[in-house]
């Protein structure tokens, strides 16, 4: 689940009795890249990987950027593992419980059913991450173009959200984030991963 969305597969850990299991379950969640980091993922891997075939697969062209993008999914998936190994052997060290979940009869769907669903769900997922990126884009534009006088700014420097980010960014100046653009970016990002791609969209 954590691969569709982190949020459900932290509740859906709610189903195991075992409480050590379930925060372990919990804690490695973040690990597993969700659909929402994405185009994060290919925003990076454009900006600094070469679009370099490196082989072929038939008509399929396996490019140095799609093996970037595929090596983040596979490092979190690894890193997942030996977390979860470490920690079985430490914090959480002894007997987990066995898991059993009865299983339903499987029927194939009917076309309609999926239809609606996928429907009601796109709607959903379009009405609550649009409408949050829309607001942080609208929001971050309105910081960087204003002072705190709110005068109209030529330079973003001399901005709001300028002078506020610049407090910030020594904070993650020791990761690479120095730029007061980048901390910008990063906070956004805590509302809305998705809106990280937006926001330096706006900001550069």
């Known amino acids: 689940l954590g691969f569709g969305c982190g949020v459900p597969a932290i509740m859906a850990t709610r189903t195991m009795d075992n409480e050590s299991d379930r925060i372990l379950a919990m804690m490695l969640i973040p690990f597993m890249s969700c659909t929402a980091r994405m185009p994060i993922y290919s925003m990076f891997t454009v900006a600094f990987f070469a679009a370099v075939p490196v082989f072929a697969l038939g008509p399929i062209v396996i490019t140095q950027q799609t093996l970037v993008v595929f090596a983040m999914y596979v490092i979190g998936i690894v890193v997942a593992l030996i977390v979860a190994a ?119």
Not at 114 to 140: E, P, Y
Not at 173 to 184: E, I, M
Not at 190 to 196: G, H
């Open 86 to 204: 470490i920690l079985k052997r430490t914090l959480f060290k002894g007997m987990s419980a066995p898991f059993v979940m009865e299983l339903p009869n499987y029927r194939m769907p009917g076309a309609k059913n999926v239809a609606m669903l996928l429907w009601d769900k796109a709607r959903d997922f379009l009405q609550r991450a649009f409408t949050v990126i829309f607001l942080a884009s609208i929001a971050v534009w309105f910081l960087q173009s204003f002072d705190f006088r709110f005068n109209l700014v030529s330079d973003a420097e001399n901005s709001m959200l300028a002078t506020v980010a610049g407090f910030i960014a020594p904070i993650f100046a020791p990761l690479g984030f120095g730029d007061w653009r980048a901390s910008t970016a990063l906070i956004s990002g805590f509302i809305a991963k998705e809106s990280v791609v937006s926001t330096l969209t706006v900001l550069l």
